[in-house]
């Protein structure tokens, strides 16, 4: 379907790159959603109007675009009220979406998993829920009948009723999700691993990144998109002197992420919390790559990330020609150039990963007794055993593990 794209904008606030960028970044959303987009149009304006966002004038204006293009619909930057989407359905003849509707319903195309899709669906309710709307007798549903009192249910009423049924059902769903997580968490941290969350603007090349930490044994989908991949993957990544940690890939943010969204995926999102070491992936090529670390900064406050180690990685250096000087890599951020495509970086981007989790990766001294193989397999199986030295009364270890696999193999040994 032929689309137009509009962004809108007080006069009052000084025009800047932002709102282009916006508008570049709807454009490349439309195209992830299967539309085809044919024309871009910022608008400037004295004050919102009301009734539909830009004004008469304005409306009259795109209705000949339309005209000349041959467009289906208008997408709009801004969010729209009910009100301000249906009367310019009204006036212009063709679907009216705004951004938020976009991007859900990127999300819902494009989630893989169960959960995924039940997030996205959520979104979706939780969207439609907050854009009811209808007046007049047109939106009666039911007369009532006992003693001719007048109108029974409205058929908003009745709508609004059937979405709060199909939220409640789905947040029970998600909730049996999130406790199955749980359990997961629970095993996981039985032979407990530093734990590092990738996160990043979307396309940035997170899941590209963490496919080359893997060497390619567990290939994840990666793709040239916005919102290439949705659902979270955790790996297990081999630390550079040995030892291992956790990497999970999360879902990328984006400017103006609808929170209807973030409230829905906040379960996954949550595993964030949980993490020993945040490796903050940026698209060093990007002109927009401050903005997308703003971006990516609001919405780790906003789910409560805090007190976590921070790595800023800047990937895609081999798509510019000086990294530490032609693009937006401030020195505060410590930032680390690399290219997941090509593998440049790499190797010092683990070793800052290992020395930032230092705190969580100690090193131990244990004598293990005669006959307690058990004890020496898990010691191999979930730490880094630096030197073993044989002795009478059995061998001396000394390892590198987490606090709490230390303190697990200690009890068994002295239980």
Same mark, same amino acid.
Not at 81 to 87: A, D, E, K, L, V
Not at 382 to 387: A, D, I
């Given at each position: 379907?032929?689309i137009? =794209?509009?962004?809108a #904008?007080l ?5 800047d ?11 490349? =959303? ?5 539309l085809t *987009?044919v024309?871009?149009?910022q ?5 919102? $109007?009301p009734a539909?966002?830009?004004g008469?004038?304005?409306?009259e204006?795109?209705? #000949?675009?339309i005209?000349?293009?041959g %467009?289906?619909?208008?997408?709009f930057?801004?969010?729209l ?7 310019l ?8 979406a705004?951004?938020p509707r976009?991007i ?5 195309m494009?989630?893989r ?16 829920l907050?854009?009811l709307g209808?007046?007049?007798g047109s ?9 001719g ?7 908003? #009423?009745y709508?609004k ?8 059902e789905l947040?029970r ?8 997580r ?5 095993k996981?941290?039985?032979v *407990?691993?530093?734990?590092?969350s990738?996160?990043?603007?979307? $396309?940035?090349? @997170?899941?590209?990144?963490? $496919? ?5 044994k567990?290939a994840?989908y990666?793709?040239?998109?916005l ?10 990544v081999r =630390? ?5 940690a956790?990497f999970?890939?999360?879902?990328g ?7 209807d969204?973030?409230?829905a995926?906040?379960?996954t999102?949550?595993e964030i =919390?949980?993490s ?5 992936v940026?698209?060093l090529?990007?002109?927009e ?10 919405t780790?406050?906003e ?11 800047f ?5 510019v ?7 937006w890599a ?13 593998g ?5 981007l683990? %070793?800052?990963?290992?020395r930032?989790?230092?705190?969580r990766? @100690? ?9 307690a193989k058990g004890?020496m397999?898990?010691?191999?199986d ?6 073993a030295?044989?002795g009478p ?5 000394r390892?590198k %593990?987490? *606090? ?8 068994k040994?002295?239980i």
């Open positions: 379907m032929k137009i =794209l509009v962004a #904008e006069k009052k606030k000084r025009p790159a932002a709102a282009e960028s916006a508008l570049e970044e709807l454009w490349r =959303l439309a195209e992830t959603a299967g *987009p024309q871009k149009i608008v400037r304006l004295q004050a919102w $109007n539909t966002l830009i008469s004038g304005k409306v204006e795109l209705k #000949e675009i005209k000349e293009t %467009a289906g619909a208008v997408i930057d801004e969010d009220t009910p009100g301000q989407g249906r009367n359905e009204k006036a212009l003849g063709v679907s009216v705004d951004r976009l859900i319903d990127i999300f819902a494009r989630a998993t169960r959960e995924g899709k039940l997030q996205a669906r959520l979104a979706g309710f939780n969207y439609a907050s854009r209808g007046k007049g939106m009666d549903q039911q007369r009532g009948m006992i003693g009192r007048g109108s029974g249910e409205k058929k908003l #009423e709508d009723r059937e979405l709060r049924v199909k939220i409640s947040e769903e998600i909730d049996a999700i999130r406790r199955e749980s359990t997961q968490r629970g996981r941290d039985a *407990p691993m530093p734990q590092v990738i996160v990043g603007y979307t $396309n940035a090349g @997170k899941s590209t990144l963490l $496919n080359r930490l893997t060497g390619g567990h994840i990666a793709d040239d998109k919102f290439a991949t949705l659902d979270p993957s955790t790996k297990r =630390l550079p002197s040995g030892g291992w956790l999970t890939d999360t879902v943010f984006i400017q103006k992420l609808p929170h969204l973030i409230a995926f906040r379960a999102l949550e =919390l949980y020993d070491l945040i490796m903050h940026h698209d090529s990007s002109p790559a401050q903005r997308q670390h703003d971006a990516v900064k609001a780790l406050e789910l409560g990330v805090h007190d976590i180690p921070v790595i800023h990685v990937n895609k250096a081999d798509a020609k000086d990294p530490a000087v032609s693009a401030p020195g505060r951020l410590r930032p680390l150039f690399v290219s997941a495509l090509t440049t970086g790499v190797d010092g683990m %070793a800052a990963c290992e930032a989790l230092s705190h990766w @100690k090193e131990y001294k244990l004598t293990v007794p005669p006959g004890v397999k898990e010691i191999y979930s730490s880094l055993v630096l030197e030295a044989y009364d059995g061998v001396t270890l390892f %593990a987490t *606090p709490e696999n230390y303190a697990r193999v200690k009890k040994i002295f």
